[in-house]
């Protein structure tokens, strides 16, 4: 895929109802999306006025910087707006049931971007809302961090050719997202954890079986230098995401040995870039100095949260 921007008020609407996982979007969508994300970093004055009078609402289970500012100053730029309502002190679902909450919601809003614990209570929302609901996060995907991360690859790279991205450390949230989005793409990918931190058998399988169409090649490591090897991206994320910090000790030292390091980074491909979601511990899954060097991504992928989340809102909601 190679970059060129589509021009304005053409872009496609989504046909799925909603995104709660990157399958949710087919390739010919994620492209078109990408393509969009393009033209509105480009020329965002062009829609400033596309979601006017929309409103969006966010629920959040967990913290967030760039996920919540990101779609609160999307809806805003572009001439719509959004209600943040914060979830941290009780879960979706405690108060009143989740398919309850989804069916307020859709008489006011015109969308739900939640962030959850359990992709289930994302799954009930959407089951009873007439409204898209948007996965900010749960702790089975992070789709909209891998619609940044993509866009991220291809402004830099000016295409998927060729490309071979490495996961080094937990097979979490947000590496399942790169796993659908890469093979979506046809770029290859290299999962590389301690066994038991490896990816689940039923995403793997999907992942593979759209593998086989779109030619991307995934493989599943626990060796750092096999999976980095011809890695034109390394990507790694925490050791313990939100709501596993019990754990936080026993994860120390199932991951010692899988930081990304200049050693780590040397034996990737000459040019590889390096990535990550934000935030991050430097000094357990990666070392200060890659994560300050020229090949970090790392604020280039945050900015593009904004963009990618503007195509996202645009396609689903846009023109409803
Ligand atoms: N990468 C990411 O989702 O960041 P936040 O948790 O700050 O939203
Ligand atoms: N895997 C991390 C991502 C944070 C953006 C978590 O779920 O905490």
Known sequence: MNIHAVPFGTYRTVEAPHFLRDSDL??????SLLELA??????????????????????FEKPSLRTRMTFELAALQLGGFSVFQDHQD??????????????????????????????KTLELLAEWSKVPVINALSDSYHPCQALADFLTLLEHFGSFEGLKLAYIGDANNVAHSLLHCSTQ?????????????????????????????TGSRIEVLSDIEEAVRG????????????????ETQQRRIAFSGYEVTEAVMSAASKDAVFMHCLPALRGEEVSDSVIESKASLVFDQAENRLHAHKALLLMMVGRR
């Not at 393009?38 to 629920?59: C, G, M, N, T, W």
């Not at 108060?95 to 919601?105: H, K, S, Y």
């Not at 793409?185 to 039923?202: F, H, T, V």
Request: glycine share 4%; proline share 5%; net charge negative.
């Open 185 to 213: 793409m046809g770029i290859s990918i290299s999962l590389c954890s301690p066994p038991e931190y490896a990816p689940r058998a039923k995403d793997l399988a999907q992942a593979n079986s759209i593998a086989e169409s």
């Open 90 to 119: 009780g879960r979706i679902g405690e108060r009143e049931p989740a398919r309850d909450i989804a069916r307020n919601l859709d008489r006011w809003f015109d969308a739900v971007v939640a962030r959850t614990y359990s992709h």
């Open 38 to 59: 393009l033209q509105v970093k480009i020329e965002p004055e062009l829609y400033r006025e596309s979601l006017r009078h929309r409103a969006v609402a966010l629920l």
């Open 231 to 246: 890695a034109t991206a390394v990507y790694t994320d925490v050791w313990t995401s939100m709501g596993w910090e019990d």
């Open 26 to 31: 087919s390739a010919h969508e994620l492209r």
